[in-house]
């Protein structure tokens, strides 16, 4: 059985930097994709980056340039590095893990952008 915990959430200013960890149980880790997605109030939730087993990464344009996946394999644990934070990016961030077919989740973590 995979868990998924999130943590790194909080308030900050636009402008200002978070990073997300989110901490994986089981043994898989090391061969699942990796992700952090998110859903802002009435919204659906949409992919912000993507990481693979080789990691190669992907991002939502939003976020390019801004927002760094990183994994650490020895530790079972996905990062996400978020600069220059806008009010846009206000949302509930979770944490995904993909292998064959089936998805997990984490239980999210709030990111609030404002002022």
């Known amino acids: 059985q995979v868990q998924l915990v999130e943590s790194g959430g909080g308030l900050v200013q636009p402008g200002g930097s978070l990073r997300l960890s989110c901490a994986a149980s089981?043994?898989?880790?090391?061969?699942?994709?990796m992700g952090w997605y998110r859903q802002a109030p009435g919204k659906q939730r949409e992919l912000v980056a993507g990481?693979?087993?080789?990691?190669?990464?992907n991002y939502a344009d939003s976020v390019k340039g801004r927002f760094t996946i990183s994994r650490d394999n020895a530790k079972n644990t996905v990062f996400l590095r978020m600069n220059t934070l806008k009010p846009e990016d206000t949302a509930v961030y979770y944490c995904?893990?993909?292998?064959?077919?089936?998805?997990?989740w984490g239980q999210g973590t709030q990111v609030t952008v404002s002022s």
């Open positions: 089981g043994s898989i880790f090391n061969i699942s994709n």
């Open positions: 990481i693979s087993t080789r990691n190669s990464t």
């Open positions: 995904n893990l993909y292998r064959i077919g089936t998805n997990y």
